[in-house]
């Protein structure tokens, strides 16, 4: 039974005629991008944005109007994956990298709609390293600083190169084991300079979806 996708097809099934989605990165937002595809070839009218480079060749290759910001006044709704989830809703997100297009469309969603395995499901946020993204500027002192609220840096890699951002950053991956303070966390971050944002999502999910292995799903939620 393939979780993540029993979860993107459940969240697809919100989305209605006229509506602004907000299309996710990963491979569980992969599965929604598909689903909604194939809604929009069966005729449904929608305009879209993307939260990365892949998202958006995936979504325009499957025939999924892609509209410049400026068109757009905000979102209905946008349809994302996530690293961890905590019972609280609060989220780790970046894993594939794309955490800062992630939080700014999110932002400017009227519902975040969360699709997620039942392994993404955890009572504390953390044990996933929280990924950073940081400017190549100074890294190694930004990468000090972080090490400085208690984690282990790891500069992100692709191959024998480092990983670079869909914005031309870097991607700071922090093992902290455990994040008893997620909002406290996430302000001591924002306050390093260098750093651009980081992959915790606080209170910005409304509605999660989580897939489980007997092709039921859950639904957790706000709205
Ligand atoms: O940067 C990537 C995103 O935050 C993803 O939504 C997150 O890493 C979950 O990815 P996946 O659905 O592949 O587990």
Redesign the pocket.
């Known amino acids: 039974m393939n979780m ?1 996708k029993i979860a993107a097809e459940h969240a697809v099934q919100y989305i209605e005629d006229g509506m602004k989605v907000g299309l ?6 992969y599965w929604a991008i598909q689903k909604l595809g194939q809604r929009v070839q069966e005729g449904l009218s929608i305009q879209a944005v993307a939260t990365s480079i892949a998202s958006e060749k995936l979504a325009l290759e499957l025939g999924i109007p892609i509209i410049p910001f400026a068109e757009l006044n905000g979102l209905n709704v946008t349809i ?4 961890e989830v905590n019972p609280e809703l609060h989220l780790i ?7 800062l297009r ?1 939080k700014i469309v999110a932002y400017h969603s009227e519902k975040l709609i969360i699709i ?1 395995d039942e392994s ?1 499901w955890v009572p504390t946020l953390g044990q996933f390293p929280l ?1 950073v993204e940081i400017i190549p500027f100074a890294v190694e002192w930004t990468v000090q600083s972080l090490e400085q609220l208690g984690c282990k840096v790891q500069l992100r890699t692709e191959g024998e190169q480092i990983f670079i951002t869909d914005n031309q950053n870097y991607i700071a991956d922090c093992s902290f084991g455990t994040i008893p303070s997620p909002l406290k966390l996430h302000n001591d971050i924002l306050s390093i300079p260098g750093i651009v944002d980081n ?1 915790l999502f606080i209170g910005l999910a409304d509605q999660v979806i989580i897939g489980h292995k007997d092709g039921s799903v859950e639904i957790m939620g706000r709205k």
């Open positions: 993540k996710g990165t990963g491979s569980t937002a994302d994956g996530a690293d997100k970046g894993g594939g990298g794309a955490l992630e997620a993404k990924p992959g």
